[in-house]
């Protein structure tokens, strides 16, 4: 079977460079959403995955009544998020099948539960996450710290309604994971390093 | 600086074992309550390990009212209490200046905090934590699971308690560790041996 790791992450904790530097130690390939866009074109998945909703807006696109009335299934918007969702886990499913691989985000901890990932969990503390944003998005020099801290949270509880809505898993809980790893102030290329020592050897003596 | 690894756990999940192992693997000394009382012994550092209350009684021994007046310093039980806690305070900082370490419990993460240790929470299922209790202590054989959860919650919810009053960290909140490990179904052979080199990486690169 496939060796997979999943990596959720706080925004701006690194967990995306982790996953890249980690894929690298390990020789897995490596997909996150941009990745995963591209090889749905590539193969022809049809065009879900490049009409799928940015992450930043998906709980907008996610009625207010749903999970209290079935009749939300007769929706056109939800029908449609469903099925990107559904399509999005048969691609998942075909990728874990391919081969060794890093997945970052896309609730695929839960998704690919059958294949008993090494699932991550990334996290790190405030002020290590505004100073890991303001390096990545010289863009954002503008806003106050109290905005970036508005914008980090409003990017997680999007990811947690995201992952809560789709997989029915709670984002974060540590004990939906197999590892939790705290970043604040540490090089990601060392975590990296650890992390993919940690990796060889959890696999090699797997049950 | 002493490299310090401090193990805060799940009762059941294996955290012991894994110090124990890890420190075997990586050349550190070890502690946990048991050594750390035959250590107050030998050094004559007065009888106040020998007298301190065990983990499991350690609640009962905190008057209900503490933290909501100031008249509970005058109880003569919390003084012991407190005072029983800066010497287990004083004796963790000896130890840790003498030289690499790993110390099981006592709330160590938060009372060693300046010596920046890897600070691990262990923990596993409910499942895996029966099965781990049923093999290492085969005299409660009697209990049936439901009384064995109790049991296991209720040394959970004591060491939460103690660790709130001592340090004011709250336990097993993955904020307060620099990673959490969860045991579920794994040998803590493999997951020690995963550790370690973890362990030796993170030091190594540490900024």
């Keep these: 079977m496939s060796k997979i790791i999943t990596i959720s992450r706080e925004f701006g904790s690194g967990g ?10 390990l020789g897995f390939a490596y ?10 074109k590539k193969e022809d998945a049809g065009d879900w995955l490049s009409q799928s909703l940015p992450e930043q807006n998906f709980a907008a696109a996610i009625p207010l ?5 079935f009749t ?4 056109t918007a939800t029908q449609q998020t469903v099925k990107l969702m559904v399509a999005e886990q048969k691609l998942l499913c075909r990728l874990a099948d391919r081969g060794n691989c890093i997945i970052v985000g896309r609730g695929a901890a839960a998704l690919l539960e059958q294949w008993h990932p090494l699932s991550v969990f990334v996290y790190a503390d405030m002020e290590s996450k505004i100073a890991r944003c303001r390096e990545r998005a010289p863009e954002s020099e503008h806003l106050s710290d109290r905005e970036m801290i508005r914008q980090i949270k409003q990017v997680d509880a999007h ?7 789709s997989t029915g898993a709670k984002w974060g809980d540590r004990k939906g994971y197999r590892l939790c790893i705290n970043t604040s102030g540490l090089p990601i290329k060392t975590l990296a390093a650890a992390l ?3 990796a060889r050897i959890y696999f090699a003596g797997e049950k």
Tied chains: 1, 2.
């Design 16 to 25: 995306r460079e982790l996953g890249k530097r980690l894929a690298d130690e």
């Design 159 to 165: 990811r947690a309604k995201r992952i809560q809505w």
């Design 72 to 75: 939300v299934y007769q929706s």
């Design 65 to 69: 009544h749903f999970g209290r009335s």
């Design 196 to 198: 993919a020592d940690y």
């Design 31 to 40: 997909y996150d959403r941009e990745i995963l866009e591209e090889l749905a």
